[in-house]
């Protein structure tokens, strides 16, 4: 099997809209930009005891549902370029996170991430593996929370956005 | 208005069981396990770019619209809490990565985050960015993405789970 990928390094981009509507309700319209477009969308909400409609999952539901398609994704798409065989692929993920309350307010933090794979595959074990780990640094949302990264806020201004530090 | 909450720091667990279908398409059975007990369902797909049937979002949408959603709710949750009378809320998230071939696969990283964010509001800017400010910090998705997080892989083996390093 070939397979033809640039040979240059790219730049993969997306954007999303968010509309407040409703109690707790978001609407989102997500673009993929680059390197080629396409359109999507989504919504999320929150249940009574957070003061939503429940008519759309939660943002974390949203969240853990990108980590767990993306390993998987990558997993099957790097299997075919590396000639392993998967007859069945099944993922368990697992995220905790802490709650602290802070007066009238709170603060979070995450605690743990655990994913367990099952494959079935005539192929050796340690090709599996060998399969993960290539399938780990493909997986977008894996090498984006395996780093510290920065995330720029502005607010909009009468004069224009404004950078939040 | 008064918020009930919790006076002890408590964890918020989520689990996602993915299994794999189609071509490139993944079934999504997500729950809130802790504090409460929630079910979502979801699925993520490729577009025929990446071997798919484009029957469902990517999971880097879902990832996006977790991200924004996630902020997007803390903004409206904590206005509550803070006396901060929110008209309208937009906000825009633009996420870049960087793909680099590497012989038949790729490898991934993130290169820039952003979040503009509008508010409309009575309230003064200086509040309003003391309320950003207080929803990064109890936004989970965002806390996550702050810091440098493990994740911790097991591969299923006929003795049971091996831990991948």
Same mark, same amino acid.
Not at 68 to 87: S, V
Not at 109 to 119: G, N, T, W, Y
Not at 142 to 154: C, D
């Given at each position: 099997?070939? +397979?033809?990928?640039? =040979?240059?390094? *790219?730049?993969? %981009?997306?954007?999303?809209?968010?509309?407040? @509507?409703?109690?707790?309700?978001?609407?989102l319209?997500?673009?993929?930009?680059?390197?080629?477009?396409?359109?999507?969308?989504?919504?999320?909400?929150?249940g009574?005891f957070h003061?939503?409609?429940?008519?759309?999952?939660?943002?974390?539901?949203?969240?853990i549902?990108?980590?767990?398609?993306?390993?998987?994704t990558? +997993?099957?798409?790097? =299997?075919?370029? *590396?000639d392993? %065989?998967?007859?069945?692929?099944?993922?368990? @993920?697992?995220i905790?996170?802490?709650?602290?309350?802070?007066?009238r307010?709170?603060?979070?933090?995450?605690k743990?991430?655990?994913?367990?794979i099952?494959?079935?595959?005539?192929?050796?074990?340690?090709?599996q593996?060998?399969?993960?780990?290539?399938?780990?640094?493909?997986?977008?949302?894996?090498?984006?929370?395996a780093?510290?990264?920065?995330?720029?806020?502005?607010?909009k %201004?009468?004069?224009?956005f404004?950078v939040?530090?």
């Amino acid at each position: 099997m070939t +397979i033809n990928q640039p =040979a240059e390094p *790219m730049t993969v %981009t997306f954007t999303c809209s968010g509309q407040a @509507t409703g109690k707790m309700r978001n609407e989102l319209d997500i673009k993929m930009i680059k390197p080629i477009n396409e359109h999507f969308t989504l919504a999320t909400d929150e249940g009574s005891f957070h003061g939503g409609d429940a008519t759309a999952p939660p943002p974390l539901a949203l969240f853990i549902g990108g980590l767990t398609g993306c390993i998987m994704t990558q +997993i099957r798409a790097f =299997a075919k370029r *590396m000639d392993i %065989t998967i007859e069945n692929l099944h993922v368990e @993920t697992t995220i905790q996170w802490g709650w602290t309350p802070k007066d009238r307010i709170y603060e979070t933090h995450p605690k743990s991430l655990d994913i367990d794979i099952s494959i079935e595959s005539p192929s050796a074990l340690e090709d599996q593996i060998t399969l993960v780990n290539a399938a780990k640094k493909g997986c977008f949302v894996e090498q984006t929370l395996a780093q510290r990264n920065q995330i720029n806020h502005r607010i909009k %201004t009468p004069e224009g956005f404004l950078v939040i530090s």
